[in-house]
C-alpha cells in the first residue's frame, strides 16, 4: 500500500518547522538533532496516547475478552484487577506509560507470553523483507527513472512515454496482496519452483520480497522520472550543454546529483508506508513478522500485542524518515534546515 | 498626486518621443526645491500620506531596515531606489502591513496602524494599497476584471448599478474599455493587467500607494505606456504614491522626491532632481553614473 | 471545466480508456446486482468446477458462480471505496482550510500533528481503527476514510498556503476582503484542479486498504462480499482452484488502473511539459563548410529561419554577418526572436524547435550539421541571463568552471585550475583560489556572471554568445560586467554577439547593432549612427522613444540631503 498521498502531500513546503529554539542555537547539527529528537519525541507521545486509548475505546468489556470464553464472573472481576482495569483512567494511563519506559508492554492474552518478547521475535522478520525491498526498490528505480526521463526528454519517444505511463499505472493499480496471491499462483501452485509460504529457506524470501517491491519500484521510477524531467529543464544542464559535455558526463554530475534530494526524501515517507504493505503480504505468505501478528492479535482480540506492535511500527516509520533526513543532510549540509518534508 | 505637489508634476506628453519629454524635464526644474515642506519628514504630520521613523526591521537575524526615517508627503509621487537586497521592498511591504516592524513607528495620515487592533486597523489598512511587480500573478486568473475590481467596494451597501459605474469609472482612470469588466486575465496583455492592477489599487481612493517595481517585468514600450498613464492620473488622483523601483531613469520620468537605499539605509533623500544633480552621498553617485548612457557613465 | 471537456486534447487515448473503463464498472455496478445475484449467492451442488462455457471462471465450493461472485460485488466495492475517499477528500479540505484560516500557532502546531499522522502507514491507522470497531461494512469505510484524513489535511494546508502567498490573495487582503471569502473565492477555485487530480488518487488508494481490510478479514463480513472478501476467500482454495483469485484480482486491478489513468490524463494536461512534441532536424551531412577566399566574416547566416515545426515561423529569414574582433548586438522586446537567433548561432537551438538556413556557419563549422563538439566548446562560448540557475547547485565552482578546460582541452587538474585562476583574477574576482572550493549559492549574482565571463574567455575562444547577460544583474553591477566584456573585446579581440533588450547598454559596447521585431531585421545601425539617433526605421525611433533615459542638467539652486 504506496502511499502516494503522503508523497503528494510532502510536495509543497508547509510552514516552516519552527523547531526548539532554533534561534538560540548556532550549530547546524545541534538544531537539526534538536528537531528530530522533537519529532520523535513527539510521534511517540502520539503513538502512546493513541495505543492506549485502544482499549478504553473497544465495545464490550476488555477484561471478558482477556479472561477468555466461559469465564466465571469471578474469574472475570480477578482478570481486571490484575491487569488493572479498575483504576482511574489516568492510574491506567501512567502505568502504561511507565511500563512502556520499562519495556513491559503486558502478555498476550492469548498466549500469556510476554509482548515485548513476542515483538522481539517478530521483529527481525519484518526487518528483512522491508530492507531488502527497499534496497532493491532503490536500486532498480532510480536508474530507470532516470533513464525513462531521458529517453523521452522534449517530447522524443512518445511510445515509451506512454507505455512507461501505462505499466506502471497498471502494475500500481494492483494491490499487493493481489500481486502476492498471483505470484503464488504463478510460482509456487503452478511451477512450484518457489515456496508458497512460511520462512524456512532462503527462497521463501523471493517471493514476499518481490510481491513488497512492485509497486514501489512502479511509483519511486515515476517520481525520478518526473524530477528528472524537472531537471533537465534547469538553467545549469543547459550551461553544461553549452560546454558540449558528453551525454553521460552531463547526466551524471549535471542531473544526478540533483535529484538526489527529492528522490530520498519521497522514497523514505513510500518506504516508511510499505510497513503497511508488509502487514498484509506477511498474511498472504504466512509470514511470521509483525505484520502478520498484529492481523493475528486483531482478529483474536488480543489487545496488549495490537498495543505493541502499531507502537513498534509507528516509532519505525518515524526512524525511517529520520534516517532520510540524516543521510540528505550528511550529503548536502544544505538540508541541515530543512525538515523532511519540504521538497 | 494632485495638482498642488510640491514640485510640479511632469506634463503628460502627447507625443511619445524623446525630444518632448527632454523639453518637459528641463523646463521645470526650478520651482519646486525652494519649497520648504521638501525637506524629507519634517512636516506636520497632516501633509504627510505615510511616514516613518526610526523603523527597524529584522528577520531573524537579518537586520533588513536600518533606523529608517522618511516620509511620503500628501499628493506626492516619491521614489525609492536602491539594489537588490537594499530594503527598499521590505519598507514598501511594511507600509502596507505585510512585514511588522521590529521597532520604530510606521504613520499613515498621522496614525499608527500597527498599534491598531480589530476592524479600525482593518480600516486602516485600506487606505494603503500595494501593486505587486509581475501583472501575471497579481490577478486570479479564474476572476473577470470586474469581480477582481470589485473586491474593493462594500459587498453589502451599495446596488448593482453604482458597482458596475465604479468598476466602468475605475477601469476609465487607467484607459481602458468599460466592456474590459467582462474579461478575465487571461484575455489580457501584461501591460493591461498592470493597468487592472493600478485601478484595483485606486479603488478605494487611499492615502498612499504602493508600487513595487511595477514597470521591471515589462517591455520598454509597455513601460512607456505605463509611465505616461502614471504622468497622466496625476491631475485626477489624490492618492500619494511610492514608486519602488531600481531604474533611476523611470524615477525620474514619475517621481518628485527619490530616497535612495543602500544596505538597509537611507543614504540620501530630496527634490528628484537636485538629488541627480547634485548627488552628495558616494554610493548615489555611483549608482547615477552606472547608468548605461549617463554623463558619467564610461566602459573604460 | 465544461469547456474543458469538449477540448480535443483533454481526450487522450490514456484518459478514453480511463474513462470507458471506469463507465463500464459503474454500469456493472448497477446491472450485475440486479441480474446475476441468483447466479452469485445461489448454492448449488455444482462445486468447485473448473471454468466452463456456463461458468467462465468456473464455481467455489458451494457452487457459486465466480464470474457473477466479482461482478456482483462491483456495487459494494465501489460504494464502500467511493464512501471512504469522500470522508477523506470533504474532511480533509475542511481540516486544511481551517488550518489555514486560524491563527499562526495554532496553524504551526496542527501542521506539525499533519507531518507526523502522514508519515504514519495510513493502512496500519486503519487497522487501529478497525481493531476498536466492530468489522464490518461501515466501520471499513470509517477507518480507511479517516485514516486518508491527514494527508488530504495536510495537502489542502499546503495548496492554501501556496496560493494564499500568490499576490492576488495578498492584494485581495488589503483590499479588507474577509478571509473567508478569501477562501471562498480565491482559494478554492485555484486549488480546485490539483484537489481533483488528487481526489483520483485518494479512491485508487481508498480501493486497496478497503480490499485490503477485507482481505485480512477485518472488513467485510460473511455473508456480504466484496473484491478483497472474494480474494480472501480464493486463499484457502489456492492450491485447489487457484483461478478462484482471478475475478476479484482483475476486477480490482482495472478499477484501480482506470482511475489512475483519468488521474494521470487530469495531471499531464495541467502541465505544460507534457505537451511538448519532438521534432528530429535533419542534419545536414557536412561537418565543415570551404569558406570562399573574399569571405572575411566569421559567423555568416543566410536566411535563418527558425519555426515551431507545423506551427508559425518566429525568425523569418535573416541574414547577418559577424566579422573577426566585431562586436555584434541583437536588439528587440520580447517575442522578437532574438535569442532564438542567437541560440541558433551558438549551435544550441530549443529541440522542439525547426532550424533552416541557406548557410549557418561560424568559422567553417557547418552549424546546420553536427560539428565536432570539442570545437565547439573551444570556439563558441556562451553567456547566460540570469546567474542565479546556470551553475549547477550541488558542484564547487572550481569543478564546473574547468569543465571545459578538462574535457575538450585535455588539461589536467592541476593546469586547468591554474587557467581559470588567472581568468578569475583578469575580471576582478578576489580570492579566486577560495572561490573555486565554493558552491555556488555562496557567491552573490556578480560574481556568479563574472565568473561565468571567466570561463567562457579561458579557451579562448573565436566569438562570446551573450544572451541577455545583465538583465538580471543590479545597475552598478551591470556595468561593472560591461567593462568586463569591453576589456576582453579589447585585449582579446574575441568577436561577440550581443542579445539585449536594452538599447543604452548596446549602445556603449557595440560596434553594430541589429534591430529585431517580429523575427525579422528592421535595421542595421553602427554606434555612430546610433549615437547620433541617426535612425530611420519607425519601430527604432518608437523603441528609442520608450527607453527612459536620465537627465542631468546642471545643478539646481538647493541640494539633496545626504544622511550619514
Given at each position: 500500500m504506496t502511499s502516494s498521498i503522503a508523497v503528494e502531500a510532502s510536495r509543497t513546503p508547509g510552514v516552516a518547522a519552527g523547531g526548539a529554539g532554533g534561534r538560540f542555537i548556532r550549530h547546524p547539527w545541534v538544531g537539526f538533532s534538536l528537531r528530530r529528537l522533537g519529532g520523535l519525541l513527539l510521534s511517540f507521545v502520539v503513538l502512546t496516547v493513541v495505543t492506549f486509548l485502544i482499549v478504553p475505546l473497544i465495545p464490550g468489556d476488555p477484561a471478558v475478552i482477556a479472561a477468555g470464553?466461559?469465564?466465571?464472573p469471578a474469574q472475570i472481576a480477578n482478570v481486571r484487577a490484575e491487569l488493572g482495569l479498575d483504576l482511574p483512567m489516568l492510574t491506567q494511563f501512567l502505568n502504561y506509560v511507565s511500563g512502556i519506559l520499562r519495556l513491559d508492554m503486558g502478555t498476550s492474552?492469548?498466549?500469556?507470553?510476554?509482548v515485548s518478547t513476542l515483538i522481539f521475535t517478530r521483529f527481525p522478520f519484518t526487518a528483512e523483507i522491508a530492507l531488502l525491498a527497499i534496497v532493491l526498490v532503490l536500486l532498480i528505480s532510480v536508474p530507470l527513472g532516470m533513464a525513462v526521463a531521458i529517453l523521452t526528454?522534449?517530447?522524443?519517444?512518445k511510445w515509451l512515454d506512454h507505455g512507461f505511463n501505462f505499466l506502471t499505472s497498471l502494475i500500481y493499480s494492483i494491490p499487493q496482496y493481489v500481486v502476492g496471491t498471483l505470484l503464488v499462483v504463478v510460482?509456487?501452485?503452478?511451477?512450484?519452483?518457489?515456496?508458497?509460504?512460511?520462512?524456512?529457506?532462503?527462497?521463501?524470501l523471493v517471493l514476499p520480497t518481490a510481491a513488497l517491491m512492485l509497486g514501489p519500484v512502479c511509483v519511486i521510477s515515476r517520481i525520478v522520472r518526473r524530477e528528472t524531467a524537472v531537471v533537465l529543464d534547469k538553467d545549469y544542464v543547459r550551461t553544461a550543454r553549452g560546454w558540449r559535455l558528453s551525454a553521460l558526463r552531463t547526466n551524471a554530475r549535471y542531473v544526478l546529483p540533483n535529484l538526489v534530494t527529492t528522490t530520498l526524501t519521497l522514497s523514505g515517507l513510500i518506504l516508511a508506508a510499505q510497513l503497511g504493505g508488509a502487514v498484509v503480504i506477511e498474511t498472504v505468505f504466512a509470514w511470521p513478522g509483525l505484520g502478520q501478528g498484529i492481523v493475528n492479535a486483531i482478529l483474536q482480540r488480543d489487545y496488549p500485542v495490537i498495543r505493541g506492535i502499531i507502537l513498534v511500527l509507528g516509532l519505525l516509520a518515524t526512524l525511517i524518515i529520520i534516517l532520510v533526513d540524516l543521510i540528505l543532510a550528511i550529503i548536502d549540509p544544505r538540508n541541515l534546515g530543512a525538515t523532511s518534508n519540504d521538497v | 498626486m494632485n495638482a498642488n505637489a510640491q514640485t510640479p508634476p511632469a506634463a503628460l506628453d502627447p507625443q511619445p518621443g524623446g525630444p518632448g519629454r527632454r523639453a518637459a524635464h528641463t523646463a521645470a526644474p526650478?520651482?519646486?526645491?525652494?519649497?520648504?515642506?521638501?525637506?524629507?519628514?519634517?512636516?506636520?504630520?497632516?501633509?504627510?500620506?505615510a511616514s516613518v521613523s526610526n523603523l527597524n526591521v529584522r528577520f531573524g537575524a537579518a537586520h533588513?531596515?536600518?533606523?529608517v526615517t522618511m516620509a511620503v508627503p500628501a499628493g506626492t509621487v516619491v521614489g525609492l531606489v536602491g539594489e537588490s537586497g537594499s530594503g527598499k521592498s521590505t519598507l514598501g511591504k511594511t507600509l502596507v502591513g505585510i512585514n511588522k516592524p521590529s521597532s520604530g513607528e510606521v504613520l499613515i495620515a498621522g496614525e499608527d496602524f500597527t498599534k491598531m487592533r480589530g476592524r479600525r486597523r482593518q480600516q486602516m489598512r485600506r487606505e494603503v494599497q500595494y501593486i505587486p511587480q509581475d501583472p501575471y500573478s497579481?490577478?486570479?486568473?479564474?476572476?473577470?476584471t470586474g469581480q477582481t475590481l470589485a473586491e474593493?467596494?462594500?459587498?453589502?451597501?451599495?446596488?448593482p448599478v453604482e458597482h458596475r459605474k465604479a468598476i466602468a469609472a475605475a477601469l476609465e482612470r487607467v484607459k481602458l474599455?468599460?466592456?474590459?469588466?467582462?474579461?478575465?486575465?487571461?484575455?489580457?496583455?501584461g501591460g493591461q493587467r498592470q493597468r487592472i492592477a493600478i485601478a484595483r489599487a485606486l479603488m478605494l481612493e487611499p492615502k498612499l500607494v504602493i508600487a513595487d517595481e511595477?514597470?521591471?517585468?515589462?517591455d520598454v514600450s509597455v513601460q512607456a505606456d505605463i509611465i505616461r498613464l502614471l504622468q497622466g492620473m496625476r491631475s485626477t488622483v489624490d492618492s500619494a504614491m511610492l514608486f519602488i523601483s531600481h531604474n533611476l531613469a523611470v524615477v525620474q520620468q514619475v517621481c518628485d522626491e527619490v530616497v535612495v537605499m543602500f544596505q538597509g539605509r537611507i543614504v540620501e533623500q530630496g527634490p528628484i532632481e537636485s538629488v541627480y544633480r547634485d548627488p552628495q552621498h558616494d554610493y548615489t553617485k555611483k549608482l547615477l553614473s552606472s547608468v548605461p548612457g549617463s554623463p558619467g557613465f564610461s566602459l573604460d | 471545466m465544461m469547456s474543458r471537456l469538449r477540448?480535443?486534447?483533454?481526450?487522450?487515448p490514456a484518459m478514453i480508456t480511463g474513462a470507458a473503463l471506469l463507465a463500464a464498472l459503474i454500469l456493472i455496478a448497477v446491472i450485475a446486482p440486479l441480474t446475476m445475484t441468483q447466479a452469485a449467492e445461489q448454492l448449488t451442488p455444482?462445486?468447485?468446477?473448473?471454468?466452463?462455457?456456463?461458468h467462465w471462471l468456473g464455481t467455489d465450493d458451494f457452487g457459486r458462480d465466480l464470474l457473477a461472485r466479482a461482478l456482483v460485488a462491483t456495487r459494494l466495492t465501489l460504494l464502500m471505496t467511493a464512501g471512504a475517499a469522500a470522508v477523506s477528500v470533504v474532511s480533509g479540505v475542511v481540516i486544511g482550510l481551517a488550518i489555514w484560516l486560524s491563527g499562526r500557532r495554532v496553524r504551526e502546531v496542527a501542521l506539525r500533528i499533519l507531518e507526523t499522522a502522514v508519515a504514519y502507514p495510513s493502512l496500519i491507522f486503519a487497522l487501529v481503527i478497525a481493531a476498536v470497531l466492530e468489522p464490518g461494512v461501515s466501520s471499513a469505510v470509517i477507518a480507511i476514510g479517516i485514516a486518508g484524513i491527514p494527508g488530504f489535511a495536510r495537502i489542502t494546508a499546503n495548496l492554501a498556503s501556496s496560493v494564499s502567498s500568490s499576490e492576488y490573495v495578498v492584494t485581495a487582503r488589503l483590499l479588507g476582503v474577509s478571509p473567508v471569502r478569501i477562501a471562498a473565492r480565491h482559494m478554492l477555485p485555484n486549488m480546485a484542479e490539483p484537489l481533483l487530480i488528487l481526489s483520483a488518487t485518494v479512491f485508487a488508494l481508498s480501493l486497496v486498504e478497503i480490499s485490503a481490510l477485507s482481505f485480512i478479514g477485518l472488513g467485510v463480513q460473511s455473508p456480504q462480499y466484496d473484491f478483497g472478501r472474494l480474494l480472501n476467500d480464493s486463499l484457502g482454495a489456492l492450491?485447489?482452484?487457484?483461478?478462484?483469485?482471478v475475478g476479484p484480482s482483475v476486477m480490482i486491478a482495472l478499477t484501480g488502473l482506470s482511475v489512475m489513468l483519468i488521474g494521470d490524463a487530469l495531471a499531464a494536461h495541467a502541465d505544460?511539459?507534457?505537451k511538448r512534441s519532438f521534432f528530429r532536424r535533419v542534419l545536414?551531412?557536412?561537418?565543415t563548410i570551404t569558406v570562399p577566399a573574399g569571405d572575411t566574416a566569421l559567423v555568416r547566416a543566410e536566411n535563418l529561419r527558425i519555426s515551431i515545426p507545423g506551427g508559425p515561423q518566429l525568425v523569418k529569414g535573416i541574414t547577418l554577418a559577424i566579422n573577426p574582433g566585431e562586436v555584434v548586438a541583437l536588439v528587440g522586446e520580447s517575442g522578437s526572436g532574438k535569442s532564438l537567433t542567437a541560440m541558433a548561432i551558438a549551435g544550441?537551438?530549443?529541440?522542439?524547435l525547426a532550424v533552416e538556413a541557406d548557410l549557418l556557419r561560424v568559422g567553417e563549422m557547418n552549424m546546420l550539421a553536427a560539428p565536432d563538439q570539442s570545437r565547439l566548446a573551444r570556439d563558441i562560448s556562451i553567456v547566460y541571463q540570469?546567474?542565479?540557475?546556470?551553475?549547477?547547485?550541488?558542484?564547487r565552482m572550481g569543478s564546473q568552471l574547468t569543465e571545459v578546460l578538462r574535457?575538450?582541452?585535455?588539461?589536467g587538474g592541476t593546469k586547468a585550475r591554474k587557467a581559470i585562476i588567472d581568468a578569475l583574477t583578469s575580471v576582478n574576482i578576489t580570492e579566486p583560489a577560495h572561490r573555486l572550493r565554493?558552491?555556488?549559492?555562496?557567491?552573490s549574482g556578480g560574481m556568479r556572471q563574472r565568473a561565468m565571463i571567466a570561463a567562457s574567455i579561458v579557451t579562448s575562444p573565436k566569438l562570446i554568445v551573450a544572451d541577455?547577460?545583465?538583465?538580471?544583474?543590479d545597475v552598478t553591477v551591470q556595468a561593472e560586467v560591461l567593462r568586463q566584456f569591453r576589456r576582453i573585446h579589447r585585449e582579446q579581440g574575441t568577436a561577440m554577439l550581443f542579445i539585449s533588450h536594452d538599447l543604452a547598454v548596446v549602445e556603449a559596447l557595440c560596434d553594430t547593432i541589429l534591430v529585431m521585431k517580429s523575427g525579422e531585421i528592421v535595421e542595421r545601425l553602427t554606434s555612430a549612427q546610433l549615437a547620433a539617433r541617426d535612425v530611420h526605421h519607425p519601430y527604432t525611433k518608437a523603441l528609442l522613444a520608450a527607453i527612459p533615459t536620465l537627465e542631468l542638467g546642471p545643478v539646481p539652486a538647493t541640494a539633496g540631503v545626504a544622511t550619514p
Open positions: 470464553d466461559g469465564a466465571s492474552f492469548v498466549s500469556g507470553e510476554r526528454r522534449g517530447g522524443r519517444n510460482f509456487a501452485v503452478t511451477l512450484r519452483w518457489l515456496p508458497a509460504a512460511g520462512a524456512a529457506t532462503l527462497n521463501s | 526650478a520651482a519646486g526645491p525652494a519649497d520648504p515642506a521638501a525637506a524629507p519628514a519634517a512636516g506636520p504630520a497632516a501633509l504627510q500620506a533588513v531596515l536600518k533606523d497579481s490577478l486570479s486568473p479564474r476572476r473577470t474593493a467596494l462594500d459587498p453589502h451597501g451599495a446596488n474599455d468599460p466592456s474590459a469588466a467582462e474579461k478575465y486575465p487571461h484575455q489580457f496583455s511595477i514597470t521591471s517585468a515589462l | 477540448s480535443r486534447e483533454f481526450w487522450t455444482n462445486a468447485a468446477l473448473g471454468p466452463s462455457a456456463e492450491y485447489t482452484q487457484p483461478v478462484e483469485a505544460p511539459r507534457a545536414q551531412r557536412n561537418r544550441l537551438p530549443s529541440e522542439d540570469d546567474p542565479g540557475t546556470t551553475f549547477n547547485p550541488s558542484l574535457t575538450h582541452l585535455g588539461l565554493q558552491h555556488p549559492h555562496e557567491l541577455e547577460p545583465t538583465t538580471a544583474l
